[in-house]
């Protein structure tokens, strides 16, 4: 006599199965979502170094004052920049040439970027994070560093000078 239940038994077996991969489906997205949270501190540096978008302009390293180019003890050049819509502050960067420079920048609104014309120096600038970006310029010369990152009505006017100087 066959065994009345014996399908119920195979279709038993068949959907344990698919619970077992639906339950592994889970859990490993569930690791990938806390490999990638964790993994966030592995970030590039322009990404690592926080700060406060509503009091820049009124304490630290971002005030009006301290904005632009700064030559550091060692002899290299920082130079600070905050965006905003629509502009950057400051809208003219001096920087020398043939020696090494970083830049800092962030943002006191919404994501913007930069980019400085015929060279590599490109970056996101986000509110809340210090971008930086460290080269040195070869020769002398103009270049443009426009917005790069849509931030509003005013983007496509939205850009600044660096003026590398011998
Ligand atoms: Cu700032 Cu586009």
Redesign the pocket.
């Known amino acids: 006599v066959p065994d009345p239940h014996a399908s119920a038994k195979v279709a038993e077996s068949i959907e344990r199965r698919w619970a077992f991969l639906a339950v592994l489906l889970i859990a490993s997205t569930i690791a990938v979502v806390i490999f990638t949270g964790l993994r966030w501190s592995a970030m590039p540096p322009s990404r690592v170094e926080t700060i406060s978008p509503e009091t820049l302009n009124v304490s630290g390293e971002f005030v009006e004052s301290n904005l632009g180019s700064a030559v550091e003890p060692d002899g290299s050049v920082t130079v600070r920049i905050v965006?905003q819509?629509?502009s950057f502050t400051p809208q003219c960067l001096l920087v020398p040439a043939g020696v090494p420079i970083t830049f800092r920048a962030t943002s006191a609104d919404v994501v913007?970027?930069f980019l400085v014309t015929n060279t590599n120096i490109n970056s996101m600038v986000e509110p809340g994070y210090i971008a930086t970006f460290r080269t040195t310029f070869a020769q002398p010369g103009d270049h443009l560093m426009p917005?790069h990152?849509?931030?509003g009505t005013g983007?496509q006017g939205?850009w600044a000078h660096v003026k590398v100087i011998d």
Request: glycine share 10%; proline share 0%; charged share 10%.
């Open positions: 965006a819509q629509y913007h970027g917005c990152e849509y931030c983007h939205m």
